[in-house]
């Protein structure tokens, strides 16, 4: 099977085998036969090969095994985190880091990290090779091989996970990477997915080194603006600004709403606020209606993390924001995203923001009249309805929450 293998030409066949074995060897690992320690042997020779045919071989059987029976590879961490190490310098050396060798290498690795725990001499060679790591991850996003960094940087995602203290002495390096590949709108949109979704993450886990070296502002600065720049190009405008709201799309921007709201829950909410208030204020005042319409997202995404802080500090001032701008601005999509903003508000700000009916409700009672006299409930989707969706979604928890203080609008908001 090894030599059908190695003879196989075509990548899909070279596969299927790759897997065939990597089943046979999860089934027969338990009996510690011989054969088992030969095949390995035999795959960390290819892989130390100068010749790329023999190397990607032995590469990408040592991503099956690793993938199918990670236990095997319990005693010979050490010999095999050196094995990568030797991998990615050898690629260094040749001046060309995306090669399937490395990618194939990545992928094994990868499975073994959640391993990797005790056994320190591995441990020591990982970290060394970050910055290795980081340099072929970069190339192949430079050169567009999408599947290879997307399976390449799963090394990273795996490390945060299960060793995030290996990334500490790299957390520098590991976040300005972070933050050029999100920079770099050229790049194909699921390389930026999911490097934002990684940076929400080790902000979380390393939270105090990021705060030390200075790298929540420009994290910060890197992801309001992914979600100020997220456009309404999908077919389905209704459904785009759904995903907006929701986080559930597949895009940067949307990805982006979820790392923010992840931070605003783990970062201190003083810290956050201080470093995030005056990036958004900018957008806030943008003659650019995505950069507004970003700006309120942004208010909406840190009400439930921050609401303490803010209830303290900044309630009344971001109150005024949304209620004397957002809510009335002539683009109907910030209109949406402000009566989002304040929905959330008022969700999450209670008891205090009870205290500012006289001001939130009459803006709301308004807006209702309005569209009762324009009969905009027969329209079905698009920007517009989306408005009256969220205008209906802030009046309903407002009031919701209001109680007794209410009693003196029922009229009102009855007749209207």
């Known amino acids: ?38 095949l390995l042997a ?53 001046g060309n880091m995306a090669t399937p060798t490395v990618a194939n290498m990545m992928e094994g690795i990868t499975a073994l990290i959640p391993l990797v725990g005790g056994h320190t001499a591995a441990e020591q060679t990982l970290a060394n090779v970050v910055p290795l790591m980081l340099s072929a991850l ?72 990021i705060v030390k070296h200075k790298l929540l502002k420009p994290t910060l600065v890197v992801v309001v603006e992914m979600i100020c720049t997220e456009s309404e190009s999908e077919s389905d405008e209704a459904d785009a600004l759904d995903n907006y709201f929701s986080g559930a799309g597949n895009s940067p921007g949307a990805s982006a709403t979820q790392a923010l709201e992840l931070m605003s829950v783990h970062i201190s909410s003083e810290k956050l606020l201080h470093t995030l208030v005056p990036i958004i204020d900018p957008a806030l005042l943008s003659g650019d209606p995505l950069y507004r319409r970003g700006g309120y997202m942004c208010l909406a995404l840190i009400s439930e993390g921050c609401s303490q802080a803010i209830k303290r500090n900044n309630l009344e001032t971001m109150l005024s924001i949304i209620i004397k701008r957002g809510v009335v601005d002539k683009d109907p ?69 209001l109680e007794d203080k209410i009693v003196p609008y029922l009229p009102v908001l009855m007749e209207r």
């Open 138 to 209: 970069q190339t192949f996003a430079r050169i567009g091989a999408e599947s290879e960094f997307s399976s390449g940087f799963d090394i990273l995602d795996a490390m945060v996970e299960h060793a995030p203290k290996l990334l500490s002495p790299h957390i520098k390096s590991v976040v300005h990477f972070c933050l050029e590949t999100l920079a770099s709108k050229q790049l194909d949109d699921s390389i930026r997915v999911q490097v934002v979704s990684f940076v929400g993450c080790i902000v979380c886990v390393k939270k105090k080194l």
């Open 42 to 94: 035999n795959v960390n020779q290819r892989c130390s090969m100068a010749d790329p045919k023999e190397s990607v071989l032995g590469a990408l059987l040592f991503s099956t095994l690793a993938d199918a029976a990670p236990g095997l590879f319990n005693n010979q961490m050490p010999e095999s985190f050196q094995l990568f190490s030797f991998v990615l310098m050898s690629a260094q050396s040749y």
């Open 333 to 401: 999509g910030v209109r949406s995203v402000a009566f989002f903003a304040l929905g959330q508000f008022s969700e999450y700000m209670q008891p205090q923001i009870s205290a500012f009916a006289i001001q939130i409700l009459p803006v709301l009672l308004d807006f209702l009249h309005s569209l009762v006299l324009e009969k905009a409930l027969d329209q079905s989707e698009g920007p517009c309805y989306m408005t009256y969706d969220r205008m209906f979604y802030a009046l309903e928890v407002y009031c919701e929450n």
């Open 1 to 38: 099977m090894l030599q059908a293998l190695i003879g196989e030409q075509h990548k899909t066949v070279r596969n299927a085998i790759g897997q065939l074995i990597g089943t046979l060897v999860r089934h027969e690992a338990a009996k510690n036969d011989l054969w088992l320690a030969d």
